[in-house]
T-cell receptor, first 111, second 115 residues
Framework: GIQVEQSPPDLILQEGANSTLRCNFS?????LQWFHQNPWGQLINLFY???GTKQNGRLSATTVATERYSLLYISSSQTTDSGVYFC?????????????FGKGTHLIIQP | GAVVSQHPSRVICKSGTSVKIECRSL??????MFWYRQFPKQSLMLMAT?????????EQGVEKDKFLINHASLTLSTLTVTSAHPEDSSFYIC???????????FGPGTRLTVT
């Protein structure tokens, strides 16, 4: 199956700082999603980005499919950005396959 | 985005009993739903694919007789943990892809504690 590696595993930043989270995957995929898991366990969809670049407010993401990695950028961090960020992939696009998750990046934003 | 709900959000049961967890798609029909489990401070692991009107497909290493899945309608899938033991204590999360959508949406999860 596909292997997904995320780095760094832990990241502690001051409020206002910028951060870059990385996701490497071992095979060609047609589905790549970034999620933020809040303290209550809810997974919040951030991006669906099997290739290309997208931006949503202070967050942006880039996937270079040919090199099998994706980056999530968080600018001007706020304490509410704290939590675990997961990258998840699947061979098939849409809902055909379950997702394979990385181990996540645990982000702590200090005031 | 699409809304997926789960019930209950939290359940405590005694060892040896069975527990049923529901996953519902509230504003769309889902022919396929997925069940994951997450141990504390770990990642999510796919357990099984729930298919409406047919048998579920289980991932390698997941006991199909312990984790019974029934996809009775286009908006409801249930996961029953049979003869639960303390090692079954975990966070169970379902996901569903809306028809024609590119991404999957997750329910809020169910925290199961077996005493």
């Amino acid at each position: 199956g596909i292997q997904v590696e995320q780095s760094p595993p832990d990241l502690i930043l001051q409020e206002g700082a910028n951060s870059t989270l990385r996701c490497n995957f071992s095979d060609s995929v047609n589905n790549l999603q970034w999620f933020h898991q809040n303290p209550w366990g809810q997974l919040i969809n951030l991006f669906y980005i099997p290739s290309g670049t997208k931006q949503n407010g202070r967050l942006s993401a880039t996937t270079v499919a040919t090199e099998r990695y994706s980056l999530l950028y968080i600018s001007s961090s706020q304490t509410t950005d704290s939590g675990v960020y997961f990258c998840a992939v699947a061979y098939s696009g849409g809902g055909a396959d379950g997702l394979t998750f990385g181990k996540g990046t645990h982000l702590i934003i200090q005031p | 985005g699409a809304v997926v709900s789960q019930h209950p959000s939290r359940v405590i049961c005694k060892s040896g009993t069975s527990v049923k967890i529901e996953c519902r798609s509230l504003d769309f029909q889902a022919t396929t739903m997925f069940w994951y489990r997450q141990f504390p401070k770990q990642s999510l692991m796919l357990m099984a694919t729930s298919n409406e009107g047919s048998k579920a497909t289980y991932e390698q290493g997941v006991e199909k007789d312990k984790f019974l899945i029934n996809h009775a309608s286009l908006t409801l899938s249930t996961l029953t943990v049979t003869s639960a033991h303390p090692e079954d204590s975990s966070f169970y999360i379902c996901s569903a892809p809306p028809p024609g959508a590119t991404e999957q949406y997750f329910g809020p999860g169910t925290r199961l504690t077996v005493t």
